[in-house]
């Protein structure tokens, strides 16, 4: 994109920090939500991670707005959720106009009930000015940095890590040294044209058009507003922004040329609404968008990463580009938390590309067809929570002749509102919540505890019946969710589940499971 901050602030010159060159673990180049999402999954960790982002500020404009239901979830566990709820709202039906009214309504982003399995039901809108400003709080509440105004110039690396140059807000360079390097820059990413690895993916037609986030007299707030072009080639749309008096107006007028200044938008608006140039009161942000569609040809690069928009770059159309991002990241951080804090083998990280790889394909394609269908409907299709990782060679599924019904390993682990023995009410969610895994055992399951974890931090041991149960499936959410059948779940830190076996000898073999994401050298129950 094009970008243009109609309404710029002051930029007071920042000194480059004292110790900027101190070694970290990981080093994430850009501060868009893929990039402070994973740095807050690694600082719960305990690890050091720097963020470093060119511009002097966080970035402006609402851009992409829609939070699915799965990153909901992701946004639970990383402390995000009660924020994220408060700054959103739901998307309003779409009104359409012609001739000075509203003659047609109809709801492209639909509405759900939240169900025991799935406790977030609908898309959250909220401003992506506002998603960084709460992902940067969330970051410094954990104690983690962000350096504004610096920018990664170049990198080398070697067997035991990353040294990039960075140029501080004072012009001045330096080295940083980390284990690992992580470009969430974006779709021109720096990092990815260093490495050499190109992109490749459909052709989009031609074109372009306005994005702006303005201020507007005489529309109503609770429509999505539609005004179509002639012979529907093109339409100008108004979203408005949920908690805020502003407005997102994409305009595409095939054979114009967008104008991004703050007269051209307000002539682009007046030309194709029935909208007064003086009801646009206030442009803030615009930008120049043209369409493209296109996946890395590589996710890795020995210890460099692509994440995000670095990796793909997909239509906005079905609203997947941010969700794939945050999504990259939540499937990264916990592997690189395993491999720094906790002795995994490297080849551990190798299972990133191989998993999320084929999701970037899966979306990319959904989302090009929609592009190319000129839909703007999103169902629950487009929820992400039927993602999962079946293929990957982390997952482990040893019982014979599952259910459909029954979560697979490699699946999302399901939620279920429990209670605890004393009556208390619980979810599951809650005890999958912080980056340790979970054995979730169905049934009156004997463990035994040799060769498993004794910390919490790090494995936490859920038992449904029995003596010694922690939690009581009292309205049989527990049964619905995962089958009748007795069984023992391992679920990974990102609540996906790694493996899954029959009760029958089922402990023995969860420790030994559990070793391929600890090493020999760190074995957990030592």
């Not at 480059?16 to 101190?22: L, M, N, Y």
């Not at 000129?374 to 039927?386: I, K, V, Y």
């Not at 208390?424 to 340790?436: E, K, S, Y």
Request: charged content about 25%.
């Amino acid at each position: 994109m094009e970008l243009n901050a109609v309404k710029e602030t002051s930029a007071v010159p920042l000194p480059t920090p004292e110790g900027a060159g101190a070694p970290v673990d990981v080093l994430i180049s850009g501060a868009g939500p893929t990039g402070l999402a994973l740095a807050i999954d690694l600082t719960r960790r305990g690890l050091r991670a720097l963020v470093v982002e060119r511009q002097r500020t966080l970035s402006p404009g609402a851009r992409g707005t829609g939070h699915q239901p799965r990153s909901l979830e992701v946004y639970d566990d990383l402390g995000l959720l009660d924020a994220v709820e408060a700054a959103g709202g739901l998307y309003p039906e779409i009104g359409v106009w012609r001739d000075g009214r509203i003659v047609k309504t109809f709801r492209a982003v639909e509405r759900y009930e939240p169900t025991p399995a799935a406790p977030y039901a609908n898309t959250v809108m909220v401003p992506l000015f506002r998603t960084v400003e709460l992902f940067h709080t969330r970051l410094r509440e954990l104690g983690g940095e962000l350096r504004f105004g610096t920018e990664l110039t170049t990198f080398t690396q070697d067997a035991d890590g990353v040294t990039a140059v960075l140029r501080g807000p004072d012009g001045a360079a330096y080295p940083v040294r980390a284990r690992y390097l992580v470009a969430a820059d974006g779709g021109r990413s720096t990092v990815r044209h260093t490495l050499g690895i190109t992109m490749s993916g459909p052709s989009l037609e031609e074109g372009a058009a306005l994005l702006a986030d303005v201020r507007v007299e005489g529309l109503d707030r609770d429509h999505w507003h539609r005004w179509p072009l002639p012979e529907e080639q093109g339409a100008v749309w108004m979203l408005p922004l949920a908690r805020t008096d502003l407005f997102q107006a994409f305009v595409i007028a095939p054979g114009e040329t967008p104008d991004p200044s703050e007269a051209g938008t307000r002539a682009a608006l007046a030309r194709h609404t029935h909208l007064a140039p003086e009801q646009i009161r206030e442009v803030l942000w615009t930008s120049v968008y043209r369409p493209r569609a296109a996946r890395a040809d590589a996710f890795r690069a020995g210890r460099v990463f692509l994440t995000g928009d670095a990796a793909h770059i997909h239509s906005p159309a079905g609203g997947q580009g941010l969700n794939t991002g945050v999504q990259d990241a939540y499937n990264l951080g916990w592997k690189l938390g395993q491999v720094l804090r906790h002795g995994a083998p490297a080849t551990l990280l190798d299972s990133y590309e191989a998993e999320r790889r084929p999701i970037a394909d899966d979306i990319l394609a959904t989302s090009t067809r929609l592009h190319r269908a000129r839909s703007w409907r999103r169902d629950r299709d487009l929820h992400q929570l039927g993602i999962g990782y079946r293929d990957s060679p982390l997952t482990q599924e040893l019982r014979p002749h599952v259910p459909d019904t029954t979560p697979h390993a490699g699946d999302r682990a399901p939620d279920a509102p429990c209670t605890t023995p004393g009556g208390a009410p619980v979810r599951l969610f809650d005890l999958l919540r912080g980056p340790h895994f979970t054995l979730l055992a169905l049934g009156d399951i004997e463990l035994d505890a040799a060769g498993l974890p004794t910390d919490p931090a790090v494995l936490r041991t859920v038992r449904t019946e029995g003596p010694a149960a922690d939690l009581l499936d009292t309205h049989g959410h527990l049964r619905a969710a995962y089958g009748p059948d007795p069984a023992l779940y391992l679920i990974r830190p990102d609540g996906y589940i790694a493996w899954a076996a029959p009760a029958e000898g089922a402990a023995g073999r969860a420790a030994k499971a559990l070793r391929s994401f600890f090493g020999e050298e760190a074995h957990p129950g030592r």
